[in-house]
Nanobody, 127 residues
Framework: QVQLVESGGGVVQPGGSLRLSCAASGRRLSFGAMGWFRQAPGKEREFVAA????????VYTDSVKGRFTISRDNAQNTQFLQMNSLQPEDTAVYYC????????????????????WGQGTQVTVSS
């Protein structure tokens, strides 16, 4: 069994920053990649960013490029999402996810490509 636990969400004013963390635990700690998705009220879950565990390669959705940075700590089996210049449209529940595959070449962007999911952490951007 695999557990992914997110932390770091909260309420922030527009222009502010938050750092999300996602720690993996359980029978499996090594993944080919990890990613972040988000889901706003009344909207579908959307891809935010992903990172390849082997070489740190990353991919972002266009709306967060230049503002969000995904990183990982292999030794701690943890990934992070540094979110800067937050805007109200970034308000959502943010989910950590990992694919089943241990080796990833092309970073996955679709939710169906991810096997394991965290419970989510709320991020609210409001003045």
């Amino acid at each position: 069994q695999v557990q992914l636990v997110e932390s770091g969400g909260g309420v922030v004013q527009p222009g502010g920053s938050l750092r999300l963390s996602c720690a993996a635990s359980g029978r499996r700690l090594s993944f080919g990649a990890m990613g972040w998705f988000r889901q706003a009220p009344g909207k579908e879950r959307e891809f935010v960013a992903a990172i390849r565990w082997s070489d740190g390669g990353t991919v972002y959705t266009d709306s967060v490029k230049g503002r969000f940075t995904i990183s990982r700590d292999n030794a701690q089996n943890t990934q992070f999402l540094q979110m800067n210049s937050l805007q109200p449209e970034d308000t959502a529940v943010y989910y950590c996810a990992a694919p089943w595959a241990s080796v990833i070449t092309t970073l996955p962007r679709d939710a169906y490509e991810y096997e394991y999911w965290g419970q989510g952490t709320q991020v609210t951007v409001s003045s």
